[in-house]
């Protein structure tokens, strides 16, 4: 069983639509992180957040906006996307910087298309 | 920039057969080197990590050796089982960097 649970699992929307991915992990980890992960691709880094705080944007269009609310939660907000934004989105957690190995804890991911 | 270059697959073998999946890497200074396996519709799970120069990772009857006179860090298997049917990842981390650097990825195909 993973211990890094994101929500929902598949999502459909359209191109004018607001939605948002969750992610919760009950580790203790201080960093969290989003990947988008296209067929057959390795994941991409969106955004990790580091005790709370942004620490990397990899130059993600502002149509995602991440948001840190606590220790243990992790959103992905979903604005006005393209059909080529259609991919799994995949949440992990690890030890902050400075105690983090490379270990990540990955959740299953949250399957998104958008038409 | 670093980077990891992994074999192409997908890499077909018959069940009990044995495993090998090429993967070597470019880094300044001394990385630390994982494996990880995505099993159809999951997540990444971590199967293997090594942290220095001749460091040997093992899980589940997988191994990987660091090795920085060739920087490579291949994956190695005796006998593997359909389940082992997956998609995996190499990868790199940087001491105090926080962006993990992956391969493309080599799909791995077992039959009975």
């Known amino acids: 069983d993973t211990e890094v649970t994101q929500t929902p699992k598949h999502l459909v929307m359209g191109m004018t639509n607001k939605k948002s991915l969750k992610c919760e992990q009950h580790m203790g980890h201080r960093a969290m992180y989003w990947y988008k992960q296209k067929a057959k691709k390795p994941p991409e880094l969106m955004f990790v957040?580091?005790?709370?705080?942004?620490?990397i944007n990899e130059s993600v269009p502002s149509r995602f906006s991440p948001e840190c609310p606590n220790s243990s939660l992790l959103n992905l907000h979903l604005h006005a996307l393209q059909p080529e934004d259609s991919a799994l989105y995949l949440c992990?957690?690890?030890?902050?910087?400075?105690?983090?190995?490379?270990?990540?804890?990955f959740g299953e991911g949250s399957r998104l298309t958008v038409l | 920039g670093d980077s990891v270059t992994q074999m192409e697959g997908p890499v077909t073998l018959s069940e009990e057969a044995f495993l090998t999946i090429n993967c070597t890497y470019t880094a300044t200074g001394y990385p630390s080197l994982f494996w990880y396996v995505q099993y159809p519709g999951e997540g990444l799970q971590l199967l293997l990590k090594?942290?220095?120069?001749?460091d040997k990772g093992s899980n589940k009857g997988f191994e990987a050796t660091y090795r920085k006179e060739t920087t490579s860090f291949h994956l190695e298997k005796g006998s593997v089982q359909v389940s082992d049917s997956a998609v995996y990842f190499c990868?790199?981390?940087?001491?105090?960097?926080?962006?993990?650097?992956f391969g493309t990825g080599t799909r791995l195909l077992v039959s009975p």
């Open positions: 992990a957690s690890s030890q902050p910087p400075g105690l983090n190995t490379g270990e990540l804890f």
């Open positions: 090594a942290t220095k120069a001749d």
């Open positions: 957040y580091s005790y709370e705080k942004l620490s």
């Open positions: 990868a790199l981390i940087r001491p105090g960097f926080q962006k993990l650097v």
